[in-house]
């Protein structure tokens, strides 16, 4: 199965750098657990936009995977959205 890369966008009032904490280690531990149990998809990790107050987290696996990872791990998202990248490091 091919695997792409993909963005759950969340519109999170109120978020501070804590909750991005507890929210990667959230979703690393879902990761790992669904890992364990045969399905393939990794995190990337999450990008605040302090001023508008929107967290971006970012995976790579199958569209159903990384869905399944983002709701698992309670990631407050309004979207999830296929993305391509150049091949500058963000």
């Known amino acids: 199965m091919k695997e792409y890369s993909f963005v759950a966008e969340c519109f999170w009032t109120g978020v501070k750098e804590s909750d991005l904490v507890a929210l990667d280690r959230r979703v690393e531990d879902c990761v790992a657990r669904m890992t364990r149990d045969g399905r393939s ?41 296929e993305t391509t990248h150049s091949g500058a490091a963000i």
Do not use: H, T, W
């Open 41 to 81: 998809v990794q995190y990337l990790g999450s990008m605040l936009m302090r001023e508008d107050e929107i967290v971006m987290c970012f995976f790579e696996g199958s569209a159903s995977n990384v869905r399944k990872a983002a709701e698992l791990a309670e990631i407050p998202f309004e979207r999830i959205l």
